[in-house]
């Protein structure tokens, strides 16, 4: 059983599914005793609960190795870990292998050195991403002196940095009409957390800015003055390039709430309690495995905001499970992990996952996707729900003639229309009933429902291809069939688009 686990960690080709034996011969047949132990920390209590049949193991690449069970009744329970080869006497060269981390503290320079590294590379998808390339370019009114310690004009037109968070339940500190004055103030963030009761992953962030050498932060709750009604309805409408224009974004993945902050930084944060398993196979090979978050759980993925914060964050810098990651166009790299070798880097990553922004064609298929990972996310409020995509829309309204109205593209309206909810749905009901809150909420539209959205509903959607064999269009146009006519709300600050 060992030697097959080697086998894949070792193999340069991707192997789905391999079996590794039934249940007795991996757990009670065998005289070794370190796979057994190895299952056992995999899959607990869902060994004796489950009714294993057989496992399965799958290599990627020369790069890890995910475990599987198969039930009796052909049920299938996927690990949430990973093994990782952490040295191997025969592969002297390793192309990625897992690396055995302190438990409390992240390595002091992995993070300078991952940004250092991305400036040095200087590709120009990091920087912008696909999906920003057509959003307005908006400046925040707004930011925090890192050096100073305060709040000051947004119009610095300085790089900065921006957080994304979850605020979670507990009041806290925020910036209003009354305290921007004395926030301008030098020093008016020291000890922030303390004094002013300003969250811990605020006040942690603000310290991390020194290790990336930047000086600006901004921060939803601190940048935006809360009580300023039309201030703030204009930076809400501009989050979305607000994130775009950021030389990083760093995201709080991690803890229920804002208190939960960036664990795991020396001299600046608590420390964070890593679990990793270390396994030593034949011949001194080691492997080992990290526990892995499912991030659909956490608070953060569960949040209408967040997502097209990260849509549209070109490099992120990601706290989660207790590990710290970046990401950008060149790649991923996690401190867990030795990084690929430089000639890997740029172009092997550079597939954007969100294709819909970097087609040349209304690609409904691609909105569909966006549509049904962000619907069944949660608002404090709920009308906001409309705002919080509008980012997307603005930019697919280049490629998707006519705009959107309510959510649903112009350009296929009529098929729009025919979404289908997958389970339940519940109802969207603005936390002040007006009537311009309940026109971004109809009825007929998914935006008016919290929930999963089935995407087989859309299954006629309209699709742009070529196939070998066949001339490539040229100059490919789209001839809407249907004319259709929607009100226009020109004096209500909520309308539709």
């Known amino acids: ?79 949430a870990w990973s093994l990782y080869l952490v040295f191997d006497t025969d592969l002297k060269e390793p192309t990625r292998r897992g690396k055995i981390l302190n438990p409390h ?32 370019s908006v400046s925040p009114s707004w930011l925090i002196d890192t050096w100073r310690l305060c709040l000051t004009s947004g119009v610095v037109n300085a790089p ?21 004055p004395r926030l301008q103030l030098d ?21 991390l800015l020194g290790l990336l050498e930047e000086r600006y932060l901004w921060v939803d709750a601190i940048c935006i003055v809360q009580d300023d009604d039309e201030a703030r309805h204009d930076q809400i409408k501009n989050m979305a390039s607000i994130f775009a224009n950021a030389t990083v974004t760093i995201i709080a993945m991690q803890g229920a709430d804002a208190n939960y902050g960036l664990r795991g930084l020396r001299d600046i944060s608590e420390p964070r309690n890593l679990v990793q398993e270390i396994f030593t196979l034949e011949k001194g090979s080691r492997v080992i495995s990290t526990q892995e978050q499912n991030e659909a759980q956490n608070p953060w993925s569960q949040r209408g905001w967040t997502f097209q914060e990260q849509v549209f964050s070109g490099r992120q810098l990601v706290f989660s499970a207790d590990r710290v990651q970046w990401n950008c166009a060149c790649g991923s790299f996690r401190e867990d992990l030795t990084p690929p070798p430089a000639s890997e880097l740029i172009g092997q990553c550079t597939q954007y996952k969100y294709r819909v922004f970097s087609t040349s064609l209304p690609d409904f298929s691609g909105y569909a996707k966006l549509v049904c990972q962000y ?52 109802r969207r009901i603005p936390s002040k009933v007006s009537s ?30 070529s196939f070998k064999g066949h001339e490539t269009i040229k100059k490919p146009r789209t001839i809407p069939l249907v004319q259709w006519y929607s009100r226009s709300w020109n004096n209500m600050k909520f309308g539709c688009h």
């Open 160 to 180: 900065y940095i921006a957080l994304s968070y979850v605020w979670g339940k507990a009041p806290f500190f925020k910036t209003t009409r009354q305290n921007l």
């Open 1 to 79: 059983m060992c030697m097959e686990i080697l086998r894949l960690l070792k193999s340069n080709r991707d192997e789905m599914y391999s079996l590794v034996g039934n249940f007795k011969d991996v757990m009670t047949s065998t005289k070794c005793g370190i796979h057994p132990r190895m299952f056992r920390s995999y899959f607990n209590k869902d060994l004796e609960n489950s009714h294993i049949a057989e496992f399965r193991a799958s290599g990627h690449g020369n790069k890890s190795v995910s475990l599987y069970a198969n039930r009796v009744n052909g049920g299938k329970l996927l690990s």
């Open 436 to 465: 311009k809150t309940e026109i971004c909420l109809p009825s007929w539209s998914w935006v008016g429902w919290k929930g999963k959205i089935d995407i087989h509903s859309w299954g006629g959607r309209p699709e742009y291809e």
């Open 105 to 136: 503290w992240i390595e002091k320079n992995i993070i300078r050195d991952w940004k250092r590294g991305c400036d040095g590379r200087n590709n120009k998808d990091c920087h912008i991403c696909p999906a920003a390339c057509r959003l307005t």
């Open 187 to 207: 020093q008016a963030f020291f000890e922030s957390h303390k004094r002013l009761g300003i969250p811990k992953v605020i006040e942690d962030a603000i310290k």
């Open 375 to 426: 619907n069944d996310r949660q608002f404090t409020f709920p009308e906001d729900a409309l705002d919080a995509f509008r980012g997307i829309t603005s930019v697919l309204s280049h490629k998707f003639y006519g705009g959107f109205i309510c959510g649903l593209p112009a350009l296929f309206f009529d098929l729009a229309l025919i979404w289908q909810p997958e389970g339940t749905c519940e």
